[in-house]
């Protein structure tokens, strides 16, 4: 198989797609598809006409993707925007179809990727960034765990543990990514709590909704994003809060600790301060370590270098940071925030710059981009 005609073909098809109306990103999603389904047969079975085959799998492909997404958003039109508390409504075969697809054929991060592909509506990109991974390697995975369950029998439902992944990067995609799917996951996650008493259940459905109390005031009415220490807590969702620490409460008295409960007591700490000023700091570097223990996910020592940033001082933060991988995505912002805290504020406003130009959507790069014009005319540059 030619790689390089592979490459050259590519533009042509992805023009001949948008022209036929699809939206550039569904168009690109379609074509990474059809790239990878030529890489599997090409070799065995090469085609006459490479071009014509590859618009014909990849037109199929965005056909596809487009009636689950209208499938999915009609769904999505069934419930508020803001879910309410309380007990479920009525159970849809959304949620099995999530068990269905995390197939124990599938490794876990397989099954993951697939399922938020195929029910939850992400696209090849959204969810290798949500993996820190190249697109073209999680359009691979996607498309081996495709291959892996066509033909098997879906009578042999995935686990809990893996179902629940699933719900919090779909959340977490619809609270600060580009497609809202942030109720859709408050909605199944209240079904799986409703269907199955188990302690990471009720975490994640108390973390979401922490998360989610907070989302009035995480931006200004320009659009804006607002970091939580300079968020109006008037605006905080109190009922939400209220049942999240509920949630999480009954689930740490039974003593079964697990990822989703630490990341939902570090979100309630945040919400019991009345003021920045007032958080907890050192109590959430505990959770965080905590957390670490229970992932070892860099994305959580990320996050804990800013929290020993607050409680121990800049410094602290700053030589927890320099274990770290540099390429971490938002790595550079916290090291901005970090050398901020710490006065030094040429270094800072050079971070922020750089950091806007790494930042994975519009809203955090107008953000990043404002602090660093912030420091620059404080400076007196």
Not at 129 to 138: G, N
Not at 310 to 315: M, N, S, T, V
Request: proline share 5%.
């Amino acid at each position: 198989m030619n790689e390089v005609l592979l490459r050259s073909l590519t533009p042509s098809v992805l023009g001949i797609l948008v022209r036929r109306g699809a939206d550039f990103a569904a168009a690109e999603d379609a074509v990474q598809d059809a790239l990878v389904e030529a890489v599997r047969v090409w070799s065995a079975d090469p085609p006459r006409d490479p071009k014509g085959w590859l618009v014909t799998v990849a037109w199929r492909r965005f056909l596809d993707a487009t009636r689950a997404d209208a499938a999915r958003r009609r769904r999505e039109d069934r419930v508020d925007e803001e879910p309410a508390p309380g007990p479920a409504p009525a159970v849809d075969d959304t949620l099995q179809l999530y068990f269905l697809c995390a197939h124990p054929s599938l490794t876990p991060s397989s099954a993951v990727a697939l399922t938020l592909r195929a029910v939850g509506g992400l696209t090849t990109r959204q969810i290798a960034q949500a993996y820190l991974v190249p697109e073209a390697t999680m359009a691979q995975r996607i498309s081996r765990a495709k291959r892996t369950v066509s033909g098997v029998r879906f009578d042999q439902p995935g686990d809990v543990a893996t179902v629940l992944r699933v719900l919090y990067l779909v959340f977490n995609e619809g609270y600060s990514g580009d497609v809202d799917l942030a109720a859709e996951a408050i909605r199944l996650t209240r079904q799986l709590a409703a269907a199955i008493d188990h302690p990471e259940v009720a975490g994640l459905l108390a973390l979401i909704l922490l998360h989610h109390a907070r989302r009035a005031a995480r931006t200004a009415p320009d659009g804006s994003l607002v970091p939580l220490a300079e968020q109006d807590r008037g605006r905080w969702d109190t009922e939400s809060i209220a049942e999240g620490v509920e949630l999480l409460q009954a689930a740490l008295a039974r003593d079964r600790l697990g990822e989703f409960q630490a990341q939902a007591a570090i979100a309630a700490l945040h919400a019991d301060a009345r003021t920045a000023e007032e958080t907890d700091w050192v109590q959430i570097v505990e959770w965080y370590d905590e957390l670490a223990r229970l992932t070892d996910s860099p994305v959580v020592r990320l996050n804990r270098a800013v929290a020993v940033g607050e409680a121990d001082g800049p410094r602290a933060g700053l030589a927890a940071l320099a274990a770290l991988d540099d390429t971490l995505p938002r790595h550079t912002a916290v090291a901005a925030y970090l050398h901020e805290r710490d006065g030094d504020l040429t270094t800072a406003a050079q971070l922020y710059t750089e950091a806007a130009q790494k930042a994975p959507n519009l809203a955090e790069r107008d953000h990043l981009t404002r602090q660093a014009a912030r420091l620059n005319t404080r400076g007196g540059r």
